[in-house]
């Protein structure tokens, strides 16, 4: 089946974007599919050192490979993040991370000398999983960006839907500190337009009339999507984001 639809996709590379759809929903990534990426990238941070620690070569079973023993920082900041993700920042102290973390208050403290030097560090390192996992989408049809609109709402769609995924954590930590000059919220803040720049550069290269309100249109999309996945889950309009996504496209070309 796979082979069958990456022949498809051949064929139908230079048509619109809804050509991308079956391809899209069948490719493979080197050690692990479009939906284990996506759900590790988002929401479980052992699963995704998991991942990173799994080589895959081709006609030969997955070798893991043990990683060094993990550094008190390391450990802090995965406990950090796992909880933060899923519980929410303010509702977590940092005795409950020391103690989830099995390290000394003393060395917490030796490596982020306070909480919000923590949280700092969480959405530093969210933002680098986002970015990953958007230029592992983006690398499907590097030449084809309408495809690649395609495929970045398909993603979406997958990744809102996991039974683990529990929100954009730069929307939650947003949330969460009302305080515009507090340090996390620069962090959100520039994800968002890291966001709205490479929206509009895919919307550019895909031949937008108007290729900032495309862009916009796609965010405001994207921030709905992130938002209602929360409370509908997959039985919610996330099923709709890739033909919305088309939609607007269309009415830009």
């Known amino acids: 089946m796979e082979t069958a639809a990456r022949h498809t996709l051949e064929q139908n590379h230079e048509r619109t974007p809804h050509s991308c759809r079956d391809s899209r929903l069948t490719v493979e990534t080197n050690g692990a599919t479009d939906r284990d990426r996506s759900v590790s990238l988002s929401t479980n941070f ?3 050192m998991n991942l990173s620690a ?3 070569t081709r006609g030969r079973p997955a070798v893991k490979v ?3 023993e993990k550094s008190a920082r390391q450990r802090i900041l995965e406990t950090a993040t796992e909880l933060f993700y899923r519980e929410g920042i303010r509702a977590v102290g940092i005795d409950t991370i020391i103690a989830r973390s099995g390290v000394a208050k003393m060395s917490l403290y030796r490596n982020f ?3 919000d030097d923590l949280v ?3 959405l530093r390192y969210r933002d680098g999983i986002y970015w990953e996992w958007w230029d592992h989408v983006m690398a499907r049809h590097p030449d ?3 495809c690649q609109i395609a495929d970045l709402f398909a993603s979406l769609m997958r990744r809102v839907t996991s039974p683990l995924y529990r ?3 730069f929307i939650n930590t947003a949330t969460e500190f009302p305080d515009p000059d507090h340090p996390a919220r620069a962090l959100c803040l520039a994800n968002k337009r890291e966001l709205r720049r490479r929206l509009k550069e895919l ?3 895909a031949g937008a009339r108007d290729p900032q309100g495309l862009a916009d249109q796609l965010l405001l999309l994207m921030e709905g999507a992130y938002a209602s996945a929360q409370n509908f889950r997959a039985r919610g309009p996330a099923p709709s984001l890739q033909g919305a996504a088309e939609v607007l496209l269309a009415a830009q070309l």
Do not use: E, H
Request: with cysteine; hydrophobic share 40%.
């Open 66 to 68: 043990v990683p060094d």
């Open 54 to 56: 799994m080589r895959k």
């Open 144 to 146: 084809d960006p309408r």
């Open 203 to 205: 919307a550019q290269r």
């Open 120 to 122: 700092v560090a969480f």
């Open 167 to 169: 929100g954009c954590p």
């Open 113 to 115: 000398a306070s909480k």
């Open 46 to 48: 052992v699963g995704l």
